[in-house]
């Protein structure tokens, strides 16, 4: 894959131009990965993580790193002797508001009423740094942030890839040829999709702090952590136990500027526990309100415990908890 120079906004880096380096190394460490890359007739990369193949922990750690427009830093390691669950998941960013906000977060909603896989409807939201191209959110021009690059790749949760009259219409948003557009696909059933989507836990945190106004330029640094959930087999399951891997049992730090009030104000709010939806099993309260997700508590979606510190101060407020139970529920643990 050739690069041209960007032209993204002066002193701020090209999120498409950093992740085009990640997608080279995905697509040359395929076998190895046990992912799949193949041409959409547009022309544009497909990389299977876990739909047709079976995928990994590590495919779905890179998918995140792409995620985050190679501005962020995916490991898995050992939880502390006694967790509920031997394995987490932290995030770093060394731009957390972009990385996470203009890159990782799912905000573009990619949908095709009749040329979808079998003529049927498709949808997916999409991730990662060609959202920065189109930059179809208004949350771009509050972020005083559009990229330029030649080439875009975009990560969608699904179990399906996208059809070409969509993947036409993408590469037409991001200002690339369909030949320089890359899709990165897993289903949240799978251990790639599983592991993309936990490596979300600094983005839930800083999408929480954008929903409750704290000023987003505020935000310095930012590191989150959250266990790594088993798969489930079907999708409500899957997603329920990934959300849970954050409402309950995700931590996050968060290094703020401004007064010290303010950065107490915003610990005492961004937990999960902050929701009056708070207390199940995701899949349950996904099931109560009969599948329609909009009518969650947008507040839900948030780490269960947050560490927020004053950098004027110096001073760290903790707010929120871990809750083992729902976790031990939720991931179908065994400890006899």
């Not at 006694?82 to 906000?101: F, H, K, Y």
């Not at 590469?171 to 979300?200: K, N």
């Not at 290094?255 to 349950?284: H, I, M, Q, T």
């Amino acid at each position: 894959m050739t690069t041209a120079p960007s032209t993204a906004p002066a002193g701020r880096p090209s999120v498409n131009r950093l992740a085009a380096k990640l997608v080279e190394r995905l697509v040359a460490d395929a076998a190895m990965l046990r992912i799949a890359v193949s041409r959409d007739a547009s022309g544009a990369t497909l990389i299977d993580a876990g739909i047709a193949v079976p995928g990994g922990i590590e495919a779905g750690r890179r998918m995140a790193e792409i995620c985050l427009g190679g501005l962020g830093d995916v490991q898995v390691a050992a939880t502390a002797a006694g967790a509920p669950w031997p394995w987490t998941v932290t995030v770093r960013a060394t731009d957390p508001v972009l990385a996470c906000l203009g890159s990782q977060y799912a905000g573009w909603s990619l949908t095709d009423d009749g040329g979808g896989n079998g003529g049927g409807k498709y949808f997916s939201l999409g991730s990662g740094p060609g959202r920065a191209l189109a930059a179809k959110e208004d949350l771009f021009a509050e972020l005083g942030y559009k990229d330029s690059f030649d080439a875009a790749v975009l990560v969608l949760e699904t179990d399906k890839p996208p059809p070409t009259t969509l993947v036409r219409r993408v590469a037409e948003a991001c200002g690339v040829e369909p030949a320089r557009l890359t899709f990165v696909l897993a289903p949240t059933m799978s251990l790639a999709g599983s592991m993309q989507v936990v490596a979300r836990s600094l983005e839930v945190a800083l999408h929480k702090a954008h929903a409750l106004k704290f000023p987003l330029d505020r935000i310095v640094d930012g590191i989150g952590t959250a266990p790594l959930p088993p798969p489930a087999p079907d999708f409500v399951a899957a997603m329920g136990r990934t959300n849970d891997a954050v409402l309950y049992g995700g931590t996050v730090q968060l290094f703020v500027d401004g007064p010290e009030d303010e950065a107490a104000a915003l610990a005492d709010r961004l937990p999960s526990r902050s929701s009056a939806d708070y207390g199940k099993p995701f899949a349950e309260i996904f099931a109560a309100v009969k599948g329609d997700f909009y009518k969650i508590d947008p507040m839900l979606f948030s780490p269960g415990l947050v560490f927020v510190t004053a950098l004027k101060t110096g001073r760290t407020f903790r707010r929120g908890g871990l809750d083992e139970a729902v976790l031990r529920r939720s991931f179908a643990l065994d400890a006899a």
